[in-house]
């Protein structure tokens, strides 16, 4: 059996004054690995808090849906009616925090990315933006999620937005998984092939797609480093700050999850 | 990870649309328009010296006077080369030359969503330095505007005085979310497009409907009385 190899880190936009993103991620029975990526909406005035819940809370909702659920056995029928149950017990939560301290839910704005993923299964789950994808046996790229994206740039929704249910969207995939990510909109420009013109319509539209040329040296690196995980993780955070001219200049909040399942462990 | 290069996407860029309503009534004649269109070209080199607001601000340009002028159709900022040459003369028709701005930014809409163009809400900056005047032209309606426009949306609006302009009514016809100062003197011009050429470049790359700190510095403040603007 092999092992998942997990980094993660955060930095800030240039020029705002402190990170809105969260994250977090753990393992369950040693194979399946949790990653969670929340983006506290810029503009909303305790989103950072909002973030740190769907982090932190949804890690809890998530070991113990695990802890009651056989992976295996989920279907994709299941998953996707259970997600709407997990988003509201999160969402009872930001409720909770939003009466305790007299703040209005809406300040506390933020995404929400979720993967769970076995060897061989991969459940997703989002609501609002971001990316989070996936390489098969294949050593082919996918994304596992298609963001929400409102009329205007930066309109999405959150999870404390009205209407919950017709926000969450859930996903499963069954397969052999190589590696996992997700990531917040910070770093989509330089990660995804995002707008894209097509060649025939001339229309833009989204392709949502993992760009090879960004992801497969950053697996190998992973893989064949020999630092320990907090050495790798500073370097990480250095790379999202300037890792490319790029990233230096991004003004939003930039975070990623990212997994290397290496058999050979 | 300093070893580490990674090649990075190549992604089209959404688009900010932005358009100037520039006033050349008679009394901007001389200095004034002369700093309006040295500012204007200013604004250009700033917007196209930068790699990411070349490819997304697009601006457009109405000048009036009592006819209303598109001097500058909808385009992307790429050089400094481009850009008209206003000359002063004739009454102050706002109220019309912003329902041009205001049928410029819905045209331009439905532009991006026929080709599903991702898109910022459009600004529109109004620079006068008298009051609305002339033939059929009324403040009130010219707020009523404004305030619907913002309510519902469609667009931003940034009005700014200079000289001997109205302050009272640039007050009176702003909305809710709208930016309204007065500029220190003809003389600050420069430095006011300068600090616009700097908001509209961080509006272009701000995301999450954040709100952009438009804040001059201490040193380079073209407004009266407003250490803060917003």
């Known amino acids: 059996m092999g092992k998942w190899k997990l980094i993660a880190a955060s930095s800030k936009g240039n020029g705002h004054k402190e990170c809105q993103d969260s994250f977090a991620y753990d393992f369950f029975n040693e194979d399946i690995v949790i990653t969670i990526v929340a983006d506290g909406a810029g503009s909303y005035s305790h989103s950072k808090i909002g973030a740190r819940i769907v982090t932190k809370v949804g890690m809890q909702i998530i070991k113990k849906y695990l802890n009651d659920n056989e992976l295996l056995s989920i279907t994709e029928e299941k998953w996707k009616k259970d997600v709407l149950f997990l988003m509201e017990e999160l969402r009872s939560y930001f409720y909770k925090v939003s009466n305790r301290f007299k703040l209005n839910i809406k300040s506390l704005a933020s995404t929400v990315i979720i993967n769970i993923c076995s060897p061989n299964k991969l459940l997703a789950l989002n609501i609002g933006d971001g990316r989070a994808g996936y390489l098969s046996n294949k050593n082919e790229w996918y994304s596992s999620i298609s963001p929400y994206h409102g009329e205007e740039v930066g309109q999405t929704v959150f999870i404390t937005s009205d209407n919950l249910q017709n926000n969450v969207r859930a996903y499963l995939y069954e397969g052999e998984f190589k590696s996992i990510f997700s990531l917040s909109d910070g770093v989509e420009d330089v990660a995804f092939e995002c707008l894209q013109e097509d060649v025939v319509s001339k229309k833009i539209y989204d392709k949502n797609l993992p760009f090879e040329g960004f992801f497969n040296p950053l697996i190998n690196y992973i893989k064949e480093s020999k630092k320990s995980q907090e050495e790798l993780e500073s370097e990480f955070e250095k790379f999202l700050m300037n890792g490319t001219p790029e990233l230096e200049l991004e003004k939003d909040d930039k975070t990623m999850v990212i997994g290397v399942y290496d058999e050979k462990i | 990870m300093e070893k580490l290069r990674v090649e990075t996407a190549e992604n089209f860029q959404q688009k900010c649309p932005v358009v100037f309503v520039l006033d050349r009534s008679g009394s901007m004649a001389g200095e004034p328009i002369n700093e309006v269109n040295k500012g204007i070209v200013a604004f250009a080199e700033n917007m196209s010296a930068d790699s990411i607001s070349k490819v997304r601000v697009e601006l457009s340009i109405i000048a009036y006077d009592n006819n209303i002028d598109v001097v500058r159709e909808f385009a992307t900022v790429q050089t400094n080369v481009d850009m008209p040459t206003l000359y002063a003369g004739g009454l102050t028709h706002t109220e019309s030359a912003m329902i041009k701005a205001s049928e410029l930014v819905e045209e331009r809409k439905a532009y991006y969503k026929a080709n599903k163009i991702p898109y910022y ?17 009324s403040v009130t309606r010219l707020g009523e505007l404004i305030k619907n426009a913002e309510k519902n ?35 600050s011009l420069a430095t006011f497009f300068t600090w616009l050429s700097s908001s509209i470049d961080a509006l272009s790359k701000s995301g999450d409907n954040e709100e952009v700190d438009m804040t001059p510095d201490e040193d380079n403040n073209p407004f009266i009385q407003t250490a803060h603007v917003g």
């Open chain 2, 121 to 137: 809400r459009p600004y529109i900056i109004l620079l006068t330095d008298g009051q609305t005047y002339g033939e059929n032209q």
């Open chain 2, 153 to 187: 949306k469609k667009f931003q609006f940034m009005g700014f005085g200079v000289a001997d302009a109205n302050m009272d009514e640039l007050n009176s016809i702003k909305g809710e979310t709208s930016i309204v100062a007065k500029i220190a003197g003809v003389d």
